[in-house]
């Protein structure tokens, strides 16, 4: 089981972004509840969301794969997938996977929601 806080972010022009902060490992155990909250926040909170990594001191290969299925979803609906904060112990994981090339990784949670897209209303 793994806890995950979750906060609402809105924009200046009002687009509203999702904050997850998952708490602990995201690893075999943890990354199916990991990626079914990722689902659920993209198909009916929102298509913006910004992934606190602070207090994840451990993430393998089933972690990542729930971002890159999270990001992909976000992708699908135009939306925006940025990660940020990303604990130490974890960055490793992403530097040697090179997948700090594949996300938008931003120091902190303001950077991130920063330079979230402007939604395009039609």
Same mark, same amino acid.
């Given at each position: 089981m793994i806890h995950i806080d979750q906060k609402t972010h809105t924009t200046q022009d009002g687009t509203t972004v999702i904050i +997850? =902060?998952?708490?602990?490992?995201?690893?075999?155990?943890?990354a199916w509840q990991?990626?079914?909250?990722?689902?659920?926040?993209?198909?009916?909170?929102? @298509? @913006?969301?910004?992934?606190?990594?602070?207090?994840?001191?451990?993430i393998d290969s089933s972690g990542l794969t729930s971002l890159v299925a999270g990001m992909r979803d976000a992708d699908k609906v135009k939306g925006s997938f940025?990660?940020?904060?990303? @604990?130490?112990? =974890?960055? +490793?994981v992403f530097e040697v996977t090179m997948m700090d090339s594949v996300f938008a990784i931003?120091?902190?949670e303001?950077?991130? +929601?920063?330079?979230?897209?402007?939604t395009i209303k039609t």
């Open positions: +997850l =902060a998952p708490v602990g490992r995201l690893d075999i155990t943890t990991f990626r079914l909250k990722l689902q659920e926040c993209i198909s009916q909170l929102s @298509h @913006h969301l910004v992934v606190n990594l602070s207090q994840v001191n451990f940025r990660i940020c904060n990303v @604990h130490p112990e =974890a960055k +490793l931003f120091e902190t303001e950077q991130a +929601l920063e330079v979230v897209p402007r």
